[in-house]
């Protein structure tokens, strides 16, 4: 069973910056693909980007593109999302991705899909 911990989350003005954290434990030998994903108020789960672990693939979601950065401690166990330009499109839960998937579902179009195992991290972006 795979935890995780979201945080980094709080009300920003647009144009500012968040970095969100995700610190996991448990069993994580067999997951090769990780990322965020995002659900605003009212709206559908998407995929923010995903991170194929077995060659370093990554992908952003086209709204994000050039604004965020996906990162890794290895030693401390830790997923980062540094957002910067922020939005109030970008308002919503944020969600890391442990999951074990192929190159070919391991994309950021398919990998809100899943299961996700944390509780999430809210953003809010005022005008």
């Known amino acids: 069973q795979v935890q995780v911990v979201e945080s980094g989350g709080g009300s920003v003005q647009g144009g500012g910056s968040l970095r969100l954290s995700c610190v996991v434990s448990?069993?994580?030998?067999?997951?090769?693909?990780m990322g965020w994903i995002r659900q605003a108020p009212g709206k559908e789960r998407e995929g923010v980007v995903s991170?194929?672990?077995?060659?370093?693939?990554?992908e952003y979601a086209d709204s994000v593109k050039g604004r965020f950065t996906i990162s890794e401690d290895r030693a401390k166990n830790t997923l980062y999302l540094q957002m910067s330009s922020l939005k109030p499109e970008d308002t919503a839960t944020y969600y890391c991705?442990?999951?074990?998937?192929?190159?070919?579902?391991?994309?950021?179009?398919?990998?809100?899909?899943?299961?996700?195992w944390g509780q999430g991290t809210q953003v809010i972006v005022s005008p």
């Open positions: 991170v194929y672990a077995v060659d370093g693939t990554t």
């Open positions: 448990g069993f994580t030998v067999n997951k090769n693909c």
């Open positions: 991705q442990i999951l074990d998937l192929t190159s070919d579902y391991c994309v950021v179009r398919s990998i809100h899909m899943y299961k996700n």
